[in-house]
């Protein structure tokens, strides 16, 4: 007893259950061409291959969003070799990724369940856990997998109790500079509850929100990381401008972040005026609190009295960590308070690092939008995103130290605790002169500390 396996007939049923299209497909074209003749049912298949033309040429948008990943998903299940029975069987097998029945002998082989692939450069597979399986094991595996099934990297997600996704990075999804789109003429809060940064490797526009939020981009030195403060920036233009926010920009390197000096409401760049300009962020933090309980409201709404003060700070590892002790000192006395109470008050923090070490960003949780860019070791993409981050397929120390790759990184979906590769749009020198002088005019109550 317990030597007998399933029937092949058994087998083969239960393939074409979990596969109807399989089945139906050909019924319906037999049964098309038995009823209404071979020149009618060609008719209509002609017809139907008019629309989706129709479809990809009138409206390329939503044929991209629904079509295309699973025709694209079709090609690469059924027409390459890569997720067909007899290859996934000899990949998970080689990876440790099957289990065999201890009575039969028998191997069990995980099962596809789906394959989408939202842009041309990845597929997301489904697959069905075996029993006794944990995602973990997968994890584990996914650099093997990723060798075996000739792919750049493989990200591994939970998507339900039994079920897991291999995202399956094939090839660079980033091989051109991303053009930010036209400053707006006029902005409202809106626009910063969603501020536009680049693009996703899947192919759709990257935005986060800034209202209320902090952020803190990692890279290291050449990797394009004031990108996305000048992404953030160019939102806040038009609303520089109006007086609805306030720019304090801390700059202690003393480069490209000086062309805001002219729109900054404070900008610093000695120690001495990083320390003010910093504690008195925080005295505007604490008279704002004031206004808000004597206006009896508990959220903070902007406007040209309780404008949103964003904290541009270049160099936090500095301001931190491995500045002076003067410096460090005056920063570390007042930071903390702000990223913990600030974003309820109206003020946000952009803050960029190069070695992003524990004692840098003692409060990484306190970001909401962690982006890090090429890192120059693996240990960087977990402190930055979170643990397990970098196994799940953020790569950031992988990404090449080339000027064709700045501006690429990682953050995580936070649903999905997922790594998702992004690509900040670029500003050149014109665009930034452009954020400059929409945000400049006609702005006229400037306090420069430095
Ligand atoms: N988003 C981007 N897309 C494409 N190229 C970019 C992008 N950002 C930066 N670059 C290119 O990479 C080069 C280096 O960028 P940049 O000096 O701004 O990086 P960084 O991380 O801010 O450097 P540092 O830490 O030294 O200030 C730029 O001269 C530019 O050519």
Not at 221 to 235: D, I, P
């Amino acid at each position: 007893m317990g030597k007998r396996i399933q029937g092949w007939e058994w087998r083969v049923a239960g393939w074409a259950a979990r596969h109807p299209g399989f089945v139906a497909a050909p019924a319906a074209l037999t049964a098309g061409v038995a009823h209404f003749g071979p020149v009618t049912t060609g008719g209509v298949m002609a017809g139907a291959v008019a629309a989706g033309v129709g479809w990809y040429r009138g409206h390329p948008d939503s044929w991209s969003r629904i079509a295309a990943p699973r025709l694209r998903a079709v090609r690469r299940r059924w027409l390459s070799r890569t997720y067909l029975g007899p290859w996934w069987g000899r990949v998970t097998e080689a990876c440790n990724l099957v289990t065999v029945h201890r009575t039969t002998g028998a191997v069990n082989v995980p099962r596809i369940v789906r394959v989408r692939s939202h842009s041309p450069s990845t597929e997301t597979v489904y697959v069905r856990l075996l029993l006794g399986q944990t995602p973990k094991q997968w994890e584990e595996a996914a650099e093997a997998l990723a060798v075996a099934l000739r792919a750049e990297r493989i990200g591994i997600e939970r998507v339900r109790p039994q079920v897991i996704a291999l995202i399956v990075q094939r090839s660079e999804p980033f091989t051109q500079v991303i053009i930010p789109p036209d400053i707006p003429a006029e902005a409202d809060s809106a626009s910063l509850a969603n501020v536009y940064l680049g693009e996703t490797e899947h192919g759709g526009d990257w935005y986060a929100p800034l209202i209320g939020q902090h952020w803190l981009i990692a890279g290291a030195t050449g990797s394009g990381k004031n990108s996305v403060t000048w992404m953030a920036l160019r939102a806040c233009a038009p609303l520089i401008r109006d007086g609805l926010v306030r720019l304090h920009v801390i700059n202690p390197k003393g480069t490209e972040l000086n062309a805001l000096r002219p729109v900054s409401y404070r900008y610093a760049e000695t120690d001495k005026d990083i320390v003010e300009v910093m504690t008195s962020f925080w005295e505007t933090m604490q008279e704002r609190k004031r206004t808000l309980a004597e206006q009896g409201r508990r959220t903070f709404e902007m406007s040209r009295e309780t404008p949103l003060e964003l904290l541009v700070i270049d160099e936090l590892g500095a301001v931190t960590g491995y500045g002076d002790r003067s410096l460090t000192r005056g920063a570390q006395a007042v930071l903390p308070l702000i990223l913990s109470q600030a974003r309820a008050l109206g003020g946000s923090v952009i803050g960029a690092l190069q070695e992003p070490t524990k004692d840098v960003i003692p409060q990484r949780d306190l970001f909401s939008l962690r982006v890090c860019l090429r890192a120059t070791t693996a240990g960087h993409p977990d402190m930055v995103l979170g643990d397990d981050m970098r196994r799940r397929g953020a790569l950031a120390d992988e990404i090449p130290n080339a000027p064709e790759s700045a501006g690429i990184g990682f953050v995580v979906k936070q649903r999905s605790r997922t790594p998702l590769r992004v690509r900040a749009a670029y500003c050149d020198d014109a665009d930034i002169a452009d954020l400059v002088r929409v945000a400049g005019w006609p702005h006229t109550e400037l306090v420069s500390a430095g």
